[in-house]
């Protein structure tokens, strides 16, 4: 959506250097894969951040955040839809990495596909067979570098709702709207214990963090500083790893010339808290069955009006 900027300003040459710098790898599965959409959409997209650290093996990680981006026809709005970490699956066999399949939180599907390009796979497949949606692409976001990003920004409006302690830094954040670096917001956005609804607090969070970007962005000197925009385009690149299902990324990038952040909304799916044994599960509602059927279609609208329960203000 950032890059859409430069595509509506006809900058051919900062998308190309753009284009240049990510990276792309085949991260669908040939079962989560969708034939060649018509270009007006409805499009899905499946957009995955891994708890990468520094010194983590690649086969160590896990999928911090699941997003689905699901863009109505007419490409001009978008919806963040979260995919609880936590969500009881049955994830199909990996014979590359030698994981025979079995029931397991939906963000494991990304360790036992080995993480990285192998992992994403998987746990394209994993969706697929919950959701029976099939994807027109996916990034896999490295988190850390949207520091970077949000700092070249110059920062980000976030609004705290719930007071809360990092557990990663200690640092409070106190309820009321305030400014926050990279860093900061990135802490703020991952934390989910000790808030009243825990890891569902934590995906709206993380969905009112992309808005925040959007916003900073559109409200920013981008569209007249083309330096500027060559620096938050390479970084963003840097951050992500791409699969364009075969489009041309200049093609993506025209076509989403026209998303506006005030036009995003975020989605929770139908789900609830469980325990099984000992241990914290997260399993789907009735519900979700009516979700996964509106995003194959132009329905969605229609689903968030008639469950205003499970959409999140952005």
């Known amino acids: 959506m950032l890059i859409a900027v430069a595509a509506g300003l006809g900058l051919r040459g900062v998308t190309q250097r753009y284009d240049n710098s990510v990276a792309k790898e085949l991260l669908l599965d040939p079962a989560a894969r969708r034939d060649r959409a018509a270009s007006n959409g409805p499009l899905n997209y499946l957009l995955v951040g891994s708890d990468r650290r520094a010194a983590t093996e690649q086969s160590d990680q896990r999928a911090d955040t699941i ?74 976001i490295d988190f850390s570098g949207f520091r970077k990003v949000i700092d070249l920004l110059g920062g980000v409006k976030m609004c705290v709702d719930t007071p809360v302690r990092s557990i990663h830094t200690n640092t409070q954040f106190n309820p009321g709207c305030q400014d926050m670096n990279g860093a900061t917001a990135l802490d703020y956005a991952r934390q989910r214990y000790d808030l009243p609804a825990g890891d569902f607090d934590r995906q709206r969070h993380q969905q009112q963090l992309l808005r925040a970007i959007m916003d900073k962005a559109s409200a920013s000197d981008l569209r007249t500083n ?89």
């Open 67 to 140: 997003l689905i981006a699901h863009i109505p026809a007419g490409l001009n709005r978008a919806y963040l839809i979260s995919v609880p970490r936590d969500l009881l699956v049955e994830i199909p066999p990996s014979p590359a990495n030698a994981y025979p399949g079995g029931s397991d939180k939906i963000n494991s599907a990304f360790h036992y596909g080995g993480g990285g390009q192998p992992g994403a796979r998987l746990l394209s497949a994993t969706l697929t067979q919950v959701t029976g949606l099939r994807f027109d692409g996916a990034a896999l």
């Open 226 to 314: 083309p330096l500027k925009l060559d620096q938050v385009i390479r970084a963003v690149g840097a951050s992500l790893t791409v699969d364009t299902n075969g489009k041309p990324t200049q093609d993506i990038l025209f076509d989403l010339r026209g998303l506006r952040p005030e036009a995003m909304k975020g989605i929770q799916i139908p789900s609830r808290s469980e325990m099984i044994g000992d241990t914290s599960y997260v399993v789907l509602d009735d519900s979700a069955t009516g979700l996964f059927q509106s995003l194959h279609g132009p329905d969605l609208d229609a689903w968030a009006q008639a469950n205003p329960k499970w959409v999140n203000k952005l």
